[in-house]
């Protein structure tokens, strides 16, 4: 209920004061009863609105209702003047009236007086009747003075309520969690205010004063047209976490708050809008709070926003990414499916490639030697089918090197000509200034061949074939436009074709595996798959465009090599011879495993065999001299294949090390290539690759031992080797996972004089770094679990100008942008070479 409104609809006479006696308020009988308006009155003291005058010559009016508010002030109880005189405003000028006024004292919870109740009663008929019956009250006819008393008394009783009331209002208002206030008028007088708004707003003096002089600072807010707005048009306004500039308590800065709130309008009798009630909370914590985790939610919302951007973009994006979805799926399918079969497979025709090769040698008669090489022609088919699919799957082993892509196309040029046949004209195009691009050169040729097949087929063996080599910038722009596409240069191989081309509807699908073109028993449909893959693993971009009768053409983007081409020794080309040395094999699998024996053992070796880690470690550990470590990748047991090929390389630092495997399961491949240093024989071989590979294997570890003893030198305490200047009082922090090449650079980086700290790995490598103060890093890149690259960039990160040399047989442009200012040694590297890279890195900059 609202008891404010109720008294000013009430027909007795109500003023409210401060203990100031400042008037506060009135209500509508009290000011149409003294012929006053709020605003001339509200605000002053109550003998400056209501002052002496001849109305009352000799002040006694006045001294009476001073001695009665002081009453109330001192006792704190309720003080009556039964009969005061005080003249009223009239149209004549001013009219003589009797009043009969009650002051009550409206305490605080401390007890003090805060407000003062004035009630006052118009007698002036009442004193009239009592001149015009004689002197006194006695006179007045007794059942006259009994009504109007009782009618006194009633509604005395009445007004008591009535301020047992309001004051129970006050003191919920006042007590009340929300903030609260109500303001009279067209200018929004504060008539009440609780504790919660003074403490909100920063203020205490807002009683009696407009809103607009008593919180300035909401100037330039949209409160006070808010306030106007609801008292014009008697609507109520409701807010939700709107922020408000407030003043700080004691300080004249303002805060930001937020405020949910109401502007309820309070109507008189007549409907008419006569002040505003204002009710609310502050809601700034939860507002912040809310606010957070909204970021955090936006931010969420982001990241989901960039994912899935294509998707909103339209219609068309969210097919493609679907599409892009559907792809990735059946790529990480195939490439489970591919690595479990092409294991299991691979295995089995190396038992049948073995024993075929195997009865080649042996005395057979010349009809059997036909039905033999017709088998080892099935399992080279086989092989490529398995290498074919692993392509596509991106799970072949890569050995890229800097090729320069014009040099291969042209030493293509006859292999071509003979795959393509006599009546197709063939066209190469190769720009000047080429570029050197980073990829397998074999597995390059491969995907040309795969290409230009495919490309014969479509024309029906009659046509026209172009292939082209230039360089290419693919910009920002056309990387935005396609999937996977890192802008920057690139070497394009194209080839294009006379023949039919292909359909639209079927375009997006010729590169996945087994879809084709090709009529019924005409192909496998893993030739684009496989160029697909091999593009994709080379971190390249490939894309196709054709037109149906006019022909197709695809080109295919290769990143660009900043290096030197790297030109190395065709091993197929090297005479197939086997030797004396003792070589261990390990593999799992027993049919496999003798097959293998048998081999190595006709061409001459001494072969000893295990099935798993464990027991080759056992065989090397009692003192057998090996010489190579032939050994399956996956195995069974806790010991692996990498893992093997150290130790055995720990204890017998000559040891060469071969792997072979059908799928390698990222055991040596990392990022779609072969580690570096790393040499693998792919399962099924021949007899002549294994002897090639093992004996090219053989050799290149006997010139790396070789290379290595000329450059050791003997660590000089006192005098350094002849020709060297020593740099002493360096910190060297050395990395190299070869045991005898670490030997080796230990005792060269002694001689030229710097103080040399030595690991094994990365993660060491950083130990070591916290625990010494180092100079210089001068690490090999192909380190096991971290790369040298990668331990360069985290020991700049802890020392920024820390000086890097890498010493390593490929990188060097990788090293030179991952690590800025590096110096590049090549391996084998000898004293002369390592004193200038190690001088050069440490010239100030």
Not at 12 to 38: E, F, I, P, Q, S
Not at 168 to 176: F, S, T, W
Not at 834 to 843: D, H, P, Q, T
Request: aromatic share 6%; hydrophobic share 45%; proline share 6%.
């Amino acid at each position: 209920m609202d008891f404010k409104a109720l008294l000013d609809a009430a027909p007795r006479n109500y003023l409210v004061m401060d203990a100031a006696l400042t008037l506060v308020w009135a209500n509508r009988a009290y000011l149409m009863a003294t012929g006053r308006r709020a605003e001339d009155i509200l605000g002053r003291n109550i003998f400056d609105a209501f002052p002496g005058g001849p109305h009352d010559p000799d002040g006694e009016g006045l001294r009476q209702l001073r001695r009665s508010l002081q009453a109330v002030l001192t006792h704190r109880q309720p003080d009556t003047i039964a009969l005061i005189r005080y003249a009223i405003p009239s149209a004549m000028g001013f009219e003589d009236r009797f009043w009969s006024a009650t002051h009550t004292p409206i305490l605080d919870e401390a007890g003090e007086v805060s407000l003062i109740l004035q009630q006052t009663d118009d007698v002036t008929e009442m004193q009239r009747l009592r001149q015009e019956a004689g002197t006194g009250a006695s006179d007045l006819p007794l059942d006259l003075e009994e009504s109007i008393f009782r009618r006194a008394e009633m509604v005395s009783r009445t007004n008591l309520l009535l301020d047992a009331e309001r004051l129970h209002l006050r003191r919920l208002v006042e007590q009340a969690p929300a903030f609260a206030a109500f303001v009279r008028g067209p200018d929004h007088v504060f008539e009440i205010v609780n504790a919660a708004y003074t403490r909100l707003v920063g203020r205490d003096d807002m009683l009696g004063k407009p809103v607009r002089e008593a919180l300035p600072e909401l100037e330039g807010q949209p409160f006070f047209e808010l306030l106007d707005k609801v008292y014009a048009s008697s609507q109520a306004y409701q807010a939700e976490a709107m922020p408000a500039r407030l003043r700080v308590p004691g300080q004249d800065a303002l805060a930001e708050r937020f405020l949910n709130f109401v502007f309820q309008p309070i109507l008189d009798a007549e409907n008419q809008v006569f002040g505003i009630f204002v009710l609310g909370y502050d809601v700034t914590e939860s507002k912040r709070n809310a606010d957070e985790l909204r970021r955090y939610k936006d931010q969420l919302e982001e990241m989901v926003r960039v994912r899935t951007a294509a998707l909103e973009a339209s219609e068309a994006e969210r097919q493609r990414a679907e599409a892009a979805l559907h792809q990735s799926q059946k790529m990480e399918a195939i490439g489970q499916l591919t690595g479990g079969v092409a294991h299991d497979f691979n295995n089995i025709l190396q038992v049948l490639s073995g024993n075929l090769q195997m009865l080649q040698f042996s005395m057979v008669a010349p009809e059997d030697q036909r039905r033999l090489a017709t088998a080892m022609s099935a399992v080279e088919r086989g092989g490529k089918l398995a290498s074919q699919l692993l392509a596509f799957a991106r799970r072949q082993p890569l050995e890229p090197r800097i090729v320069h892509v014009g040099r291969l196309v042209r030493e293509m040029d006859d292999l071509l000509r003979r795959a393509l046949g006599e009546a197709i004209e063939l066209e190469t195009v190769v720009a000047g200034g080429l570029w050197n691009s980073m990829a397998d050169p074999a597995q390059l040729q491969n995907a040309l061949l795969n290409l230009a097949v495919n490309a014969r087929d479509a024309m029906e063996g009659a046509g026209r074939l172009t292939i082209e080599a230039g360089n290419a910038m693919l910009d920002d722009i056309y990387a935005a436009q396609h999937e996977d596409v890192q802008p920057g240069q690139y070497v394009m191989l194209g080839v294009s074709d006379t023949g039919s081309g292909i359909p639209p509807e079927i375009l997006g699908k010729v590169f996945e595996p087994f879809f084709t073109t090709k009529r019924e028993g005409r192909g496998t449909g893993l030739g684009l798959s496989m160029v697909y893959g091999f593009v994709k693993q080379s971190h390249g971009h490939i894309k196709i465009y054709s037109e149906p009768g006019q022909g197709t053409t695809v080109r295919l983007y290769l990143p660009r090599a900043h290096g030197a081409e790297e030109v190395l020794p065709a091993t197929a080309e090297a005479p197939v011879e086997g030797g004396r040395e003792t070589i261990l094999v390990v593999e799992d699998d027993p049919v496999v495993q003798e097959v293998v024996v048998d081999l190595l053992a006709d061409l001459g070796y001494t072969v000893l065999r295990a099935s798993e880690g464990q027991a080759a470690l056992n065989i090397v550990r009692s003192g057998i001299a090996i010489d190579l470590l032939f050994t399956d990748v996956v195995m069974p047991g806790p010991v692996r294949a990498p893992d093997l090929a150290r130790q055995v390389q720990a204890l017998q630092p000559h040891a060469a090390v071969l792997f072979t495997s059908g799928y390698t399961e990222n055991a040596i491949v990392h990022g779609g290539r072969l580690d570096p240093g790393v040499n693998l024989l792919s399962k099924p071989y021949r007899r002549e690759d294994l002897a090639r590979k093992v004996r090219h294997t053989l050799n290149n570890r006997r010139q790396e031992l070789t290379a290595l003893a000329q450059t050791r030198l003997p660590p000089p305490l006192a005098h350094p080797a002849p020709g060297l200047k020593p740099l002493a009082g360096k910190r060297v922090l050395l990395v190299e996972d070869d045991p005898l090449i670490l030997m080796d650079s230990e005792d060269l980086l002694a001689a030229l004089g710097f103080h040399v700290i030595s690991a094994r790995d990365g993660r060491s490598a950083l130990r070591e770094m916290e625990r010494h103060q180092v100079d210089l890093l001068f690490t090999d890149i192909g380190l096991p679990g971290m790369s040298g690259v990668v331990l360069a960039q985290e020991a700049r990160q802890r020392v920024p100008d820390l000086r890097v040399v890498f010493a390593s047989g490929y990188g060097a442009a990788e090293a030179a942008r991952a690590v800025p200012g590096s110096v590049f040694l090549t391996k084998p590297y000898r004293a002369a070479t390592v004193e200038a890279a190690m001088r050069r890195a440490l010239e100030p900059e």
